[in-house]
């Protein structure tokens, strides 16, 4: 909507928008945060059980796991300014001196100290995006457990939108009366659901562009580590890159800040290998998985946790290449991080701009 400037009389404030945001990731809760600010309505829509899209923790008898991302780093101005607001929360990461592992696990490159710091949020991953989004949750903005499985024009007035959605035990729901609806999720299912209404082709057809991997993710715990007697297991540092066929990245979760002491490793598979396996069950994926973590760490001990998670959409191989998406005359948008790449400040940026965008 373009408003102009009379002669005679003030200009008059943009009435506030009704806007659907379809994924509670980083992106989506900043981009309502902003929104919400800014003087609009929104409603956030987020299939699973919690905020936060791979910014995520899996709690175990055992301690935590980051087991989505890792850690993030902060460039952007706006982005560190943001992080300010929540003084304490994240904190500094040892990890900052990254090994680089060959197939066999020996150090092929010593740690050389990261540019920039490595944040993680205490006490968890998550902790970040849920603090972010708990005003929303407490104005009841966001619908939980609620997959939106297409979009269409509002009958009662052609101008919005409505969203035809799924919840629990596969109960339905529409929900009408949005001026724009904003997709926040990842770019596959983000296309997808663009292509449930016609006046949404280009779009879909820029995003089609966009390549993303899956990752396998493994979590193991070793509380047998804390006994008297014992040395901590394995290796002595606590987070690596592995040129290992079917891993990528080694994390030791107890070195993390805030966390608890019982030797716990995240380890993040290849993207190769988990294309290659990407129909696997988990129980294979699990045994050939910890089969490479023995022979990258030397830890040949039998974990007392084993655990395992299947990201559809974890790295971005080709990103949009610009922030967002946004078609003011239909009213609808997208971001996510695979807008610019795969980094947690991506995420950040993109919902930002895009929600600056639209307000």
């Given amino acids: 909507m373009t408003y102009r400037k009379s002669r005679t009389a003030p200009q008059s404030a943009p009435q506030p928008k009704q806007v659907a945001i379809i994924g509670a990731g980083l992106a989506g809760v900043v981009c309502a945060r902003t929104l919400v600010q800014a003087g609009h309505r929104v409603t956030l829509f987020e299939r699973s059980q919690g905020v936060g899209g791979r910014m995520a923790t899996r709690n175990t008898p055992f301690g935590s796991f980051d087991h989505g991302a890792q850690y993030f780093t902060a460039r952007d101005a706006r982005f560190v300014r943001a992080l300010q607001t929540v003084p304490g929360l994240c904190k500094p990461w040892s990890a900052n001196s990254v090994r680089v592992l060959d197939a066999h696990g020996q150090i092929a490159a010593a740690g050389v ?22 005003p929303l949750l407490e104005q009841h903005q966001i619908e939980l457990l609620t997959r939106v499985t297409h979009l ?7 101008q919005q939108w409505q969203l035809h959605t799924e919840g629990q035990g596969g109960a339905q729901h529409v929900f009408c009366g949005f001026d724009a609806v904003l997709l926040a999720i990842p770019s596959e299912p983000a296309r997808l659901l663009l ?25 193991l715990a070793f509380p047998q580590a804390m006994q008297p007697g014992l040395f901590a297991l394995g290796p002595q540092w606590n987070a690596a890159r592995s040129t290992h066929h079917r891993i990528a990245w080694l994390a030791r979760e107890s070195s993390k800040p805030g966390r608890s002491a019982v030797e716990r490793w995240t380890v993040q598979a290849s993207a190769e290998w988990s294309k290659e396996h990407f129909q696997d069950n988990a129980e294979r994926v699990q045994a ?14 039998e974990p007392a946790f084993v655990d395992s998670k299947r990201w559809l959409y974890a790295q971005t191989i080709e990103p949009l290449g ?17 807008c610019l790449g795969r980094r947690v400040e991506n995420a950040f940026i993109s919902g930002l701009e895009l929600a600056l965008a639209v307000a």
């Fill in 322 to 338: 610009q922030p967002y998406l946004w078609d003011a005359k239909t009213g609808l948008g997208v971001c996510g991080d695979w």
């Fill in 113 to 134: 100290p990261a540019r920039e710091t490595h944040w993680v949020p205490t006490p968890n991953m998550n902790t970040l995006p849920s603090h972010w989004a708990q």
């Fill in 152 to 158: 269409d024009r509002d009958p009662l007035n052609r």
């Fill in 195 to 219: 292509e449930t209404t016609p006046l949404a082709d280009p779009l879909a057809q820029q995003i089609d562009r966009v390549d993303a991997a899956p990752c396998w993710t493994l979590m």
């Fill in 288 to 301: 050939k998985l910890l089969k490479a973590f023995t022979e990258v760490t030397g830890i040949r001990a």
